[in-house]
């Protein structure tokens, strides 16, 4: 089978091809270089494109015969969704499109893409099961859930199949500790509290002690980016043999707070993590906690990595590599 891994150098991608090396499947990666290492891309051959370059993009497609496709590609930061939403629709939404067009006059009819717990905004419920109504509380949010309706009416009009996989809190690093999250401006919570415990940052911000919750900090589901890369061969594999459509959560059906990372890390650092209390930050629900009962059973996905030991530690391992960079 030959797969497409759109996005492949970025954080997640780049775990997702450090895995496929231990498969036998033929693999070839789309990406704009916007973030990520060329490095990264293990040896398989890139394609340097924008998906906004459509006509590039379909000339790519038609060069080869992919089976599958991987999208991996995405803006991510909440706060940006807010100032340029512009930026997010092109990126997220419009080039999704675009690739989605592209596979259709070639008749690619498969592909994996990376949803998002934010699909669901603050939850009515929790543990959050795939059933939960749509209901993203910022723009980032909006243009995952766009998408997601935009792959039901593509399986209504030409038979697409695809699996959506709304990952909670994606986190770690390899454990091998050779590749790791790294976003610029970086802005999430691990990454950030390590950089602090390195000492590559002062102090960690801590958005907002006023919830609704145990310690008034914002819980959330972690889950190692290995168990993420894991559920996408899982997946892979299940829409291959059944040619269904799917929409899986990826979390582990446990919450952190904020409060508990930071502890968790000066454990492992052994390093005084000095904290500043701040306000809340905008878009960020109070509590996300994924009901993963449906990817357990129907895909036997097993998270080998996702304790918040293995998680913090990894990252810490990576941090490490990092600082001396
Ligand atoms: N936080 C801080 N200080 C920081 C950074 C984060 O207190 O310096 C808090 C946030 O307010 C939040 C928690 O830590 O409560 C986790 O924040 P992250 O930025 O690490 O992650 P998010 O929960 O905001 O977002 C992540 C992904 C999104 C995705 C979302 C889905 O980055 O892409 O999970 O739940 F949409």
Same mark, same amino acid.
């Given at each position: ?118 699909? @669901?905004? *603050?939850?009515?419920? %929790?543990?959050?099961?795939? $059933?939960?109504? =749509? /209901? ?5 949010? +909006? ?10 009416? @593509?399986? *209504?009009?030409?038979? %697409?199949?695809?699996?959506? $996989?709304?990952? =909670? /809190? ?5 454990? +091998? ?16 509290? %390590? ?14 002690? +006023? ?115």
């Amino acid at each position: 089978m030959k797969i497409l891994v759109v996005g492949g150098i970025g954080y997640i991608g780049s775990h997702m091809l450090k895995r496929f090396k231990e498969t036998n499947y033929d693999i070839e990666i789309l990406d704009n270089l916007s973030s990520g290492q060329k490095e990264n891309t293990l040896n398989y051959k890139l394609h340097v494109c924008d998906l906004s370059d459509k006509e590039t993009v379909y000339k790519i497609l038609s060069e080869q015969n992919y089976d599958l496709v991987m999208h991996f590609a995405a803006s991510i930061n909440v706060e940006e969704s807010y100032n340029n939403p512009k930026k997010y629709q092109q990126n997220n939404v419009i080039n999704t499109i675009n690739l989605l067009d592209c596979m259709k006059n070639l008749k690619i009819n498969k592909f994996i893409f990376s949803s998002s717990a934010a699909v @669901y905004g *603050e939850p009515e419920h %929790l543990p959050v099961t795939e $059933l939960h109504p =749509f /209901n993203p509380v910022n723009p980032y949010g +909006d243009t995952k859930a766009e998408v997601e309706k935009i792959l039901k009416s @593509y399986e *209504e009009s030409c038979g %697409l199949k695809y699996v959506s $996989l709304r990952y =909670f /809190n994606a986190c770690g690093a390899h454990l +091998d500790g050779t590749i790791g999250e790294m976003h610029d401006p970086e802005t999430h919570l691990i990454p950030l509290v %390590l950089q602090v415990a390195s000492g590559r940052k002062k102090h960690i911000s801590v958005f907002g002690d +006023d919830y609704p919750t145990p310690d008034g900090t914002c819980v959330r589901d972690y889950v190692h980016v290995m168990d993420i890369v894991e559920a996408h061969i899982l997946a892979m594999e299940n829409l291959t043999n059944t040619h269904k459509s799917q929409v899986f959560n990826i979390g582990n059906k446990k919450g952190f707070s904020v409060n508990q990372i930071i502890q968790m890390a000066k454990e492992i650092t052994k390093v005084d993590i000095p904290i500043k209390i701040q306000g809340r930050r905008k878009g960020d629900p109070a509590e996300l906690i994924a009901d993963n009962k449906k990817i357990m059973n129907l895909l036997n996905w097993n998270p080998k990595y996702s304790d918040l030991q293995t998680i913090v530690k990894s990252a810490w391992n990576w941090e490490k590599t990092l600082k001396i960079k």
